[in-house]
């Protein structure tokens, strides 16, 4: 099982803060530092010093590390066209090696967007499903050809479709691409477009008991369009607060303005024994990557905790 390093820094952090954490994740042998996409705190919180933005975010860090994977969970597509995000992934593909993913959903906070007077459409199923199609469609063009594309949402004519990701397409090796990671929770659409697009399934703070019937759920549509399942990983993401003991976790989890027994029951949280065993069940389901929201990213010690007290013991892929 993977174990991904995922932050919320629109509630309050710098990219030096952001840099502390991507640093202490590969140092400690984590697979991945994922970040949200988001410009605006939610909850009580002010935000402060302000939002930072994804993949200028992700680009730094492209330079300042070396080994582990960097993506988003999810970027919006209200935010950008993606003729533009897909020249900004495939540049910062480039500036890391080949060690980018792209997490891409259809945006839902629409407090942000009125913020900073970015349009939010009542239906964007469509923006997203577009996005999908032209962001792949770019990447996959061979070099010297162009890639048009005349949809609801987006026109392209005669794009060069460049520049091109370092990595190849994961569902197609011939072609330029990045690992797309789709996920939410609908129960017909979003496993189709999993199942066409996705290198990566992702269910995002699911209750515990529903990830089995999930899982279940987007492999018959992988089936339905003719993919083998086994081909689209399966990843969860959940909150982590882990102590040492009752003291340490209450601590923790009133740095986050969590309740513990809340936490035990719909992240992974308590113990290190508890966390080991909760990550083990979701193995067991067929959950072959979590991604731990780290809501206090000062607290380093507790990422060093994980590493020695919990990364060891979880069944391995």
Aim: glycine share 10%; with cysteine; hydrophobic share 40%.
């Amino acid at each position: 099982m993977d174990l991904r390093i995922f932050t919320e820094p629109q509630q309050g952090a710098t990219y030096d803060d952001v840099l502390a954490v991507a640093r202490a994740t590969e140092d400690l042998g984590f697979d991945a530092f994922f970040r949200s996409d988001h410009y605006l705190a939610m909850g009580d919180g002010d935000g402060l010093p302000g939002p930072t933005d994804a993949w200028t975010t992700l680009a730094g860090l492209a330079r300042e590390t070396s080994r582990i994977r960097l993506g988003t969970l999810v970027s919006s597509a209200t935010f950008r066209y993606p003729g533009v995000l897909a020249i900004q992934v495939a540049q910062v593909d480039q500036m890391s090696g080949g060690r980018v993913e792209l997490g891409l959903g259809a945006g839902w906070f629409a407090e942000e967007h009125a913020a900073y007077g970015i349009p939010f459409p009542a239906k964007r199923f469509g923006l997203l499903t577009e996005q999908l199609e032209v962001v792949t469609g770019l990447w996959g063009t061979p070099v010297g050809e162009t890639f048009s594309f005349d949809g609801e949402h987006y026109t392209l004519t005669d794009s060069p479709a460049l520049p091109k990701p370092v990595q190849r397409s994961p569902l197609d090796p011939s072609r330029a691409g990045v690992p797309v990671i789709v996920g939410g929770g609908g129960p017909t659409r979003t496993p189709r477009l999993a199942a066409r697009f996705g290198a990566e399934y992702n269910q995002s703070f699911p209750e515990i008991a529903s990830v089995p019937g999930r899982i279940a759920h987007i492999r018959q549509a992988c089936v339905e369009v003719g993919r083998d399942p086994q081909t689209l990983v399966q990843s969860v993401a959940l909150v982590l607060c882990v102590g040492r003991d009752e003291a340490e976790l209450a601590r923790r989890a009133e740095a986050i303005g969590r309740e513990v027994p809340e936490l035990r029951e719909h992240g992974i949280a308590g113990t290190p024994d508890e966390a080991v065993e909760r990550l083990t069940w979701l193995a067991e389901q067929g959950v072959e990557r979590v991604y731990l929201q780290v809501l206090d990213l000062a607290d380093l010690e507790h990422l060093q905790l994980v590493a020695e007290a919990v990364a060891p013991h979880v069944p391995q892929a």
